[in-house]
C-alpha cells in the first residue's frame, strides 16, 4: 500500500509545521506551501508585484506618467532605493506606492505583474523573482526597462 506522499502531484512534497503540528505541503520548484492537498502537478511558476523606475539610457524611456523620461540611472537608483526603504519599514503599502510611482502600466493593479514562468520575463528581473522567498522584497534589480524591486506573491 502507498503512504500519502507517494501519491501527491509529481513537484509537491508533504511536511509538518513545526508550530501547528499541521500537514502542509511544498512546491519544490517555486518554494511555495500551502495547507490544502495539492491536485495538480506542481509548476514552476511565480507571482510578483514590481516597481519600476524608468531613466533616460531604459529601452523605453516613456511611461503613463511622463512621455520622456530624463531622469539618469544614478537619480532611478536614488529614487527606488527610497521606496524600498518606505516598503521595508511599513512607511507605506507595496501596492499603493506602486499605484503612484510605478513607471510600468501595471501601476494600475498595485504592480501585481500575474503569474509567470521561466523565459517570460528579462533575465535579471525572472532571476530575482525566483529566488525570491513568497512576501520578500528584492533588492534593486536592473534590466533594460529600468530599474525594479519585486515583491514575491506568488
Known amino acids: ?7 501527491l502531484p509529481s513537484g509537491w512534497i508533504e511536511k509538518t509545521s513545526r508550530s501547528t ?13 500551502q495547507w490544502e492537498r495539492p491536485t495538480e502537478p506542481a509548476q514552476d511558476v511565480v507571482q510578483a508585484s514590481h516597481v519600476l523606475v524608468k531613466h533616460r ?13 530624463v531622469r539618469t540611472k544614478e537619480e532611478a537608483l536614488c529614487m527606488i532605493q527610497e521606496f524600498r526603504q518606505k516598503i521595508a ?4 503599502e507595496f501596492a ?13 493593479n498595485g504592480g501585481d505583474l500575474g503569474k509567470f514562468g521561466r523565459n517570460q520575463m528579462q533575465k535579471p528581473f525572472e ?3 525566483y529566488s525570491l522567498r513568497v512576501g520578500e522584497l528584492s533588492e534593486p ?3 533594460d526597462s529600468g530599474i525594479h524591486i519585486i515583491l514575491r506573491t506568488a
Open 89 to 92: 519599514s511599513g512607511e507605506v
Open 1 to 7: 500500500m502507498s503512504s500519502p506522499a507517494e501519491s
Open 141 to 143: 534589480v536592473f534590466t
Open 21 to 33: 503540528g499541521r500537514k502542509y505541503y511544498l512546491n519544490t520548484m517555486t518554494n511555495a506551501s
Open 96 to 108: 499603493d506606492l506602486a499605484r503612484r510611482e510605478s513607471d510600468c502600466s501595471s501601476a494600475s
Open 127 to 129: 532571476e530575482a523573482a
Open 57 to 69: 539610457d531604459s529601452r523605453r524611456p516613456a511611461s503613463w506618467k511622463s512621455e520622456k523620461i
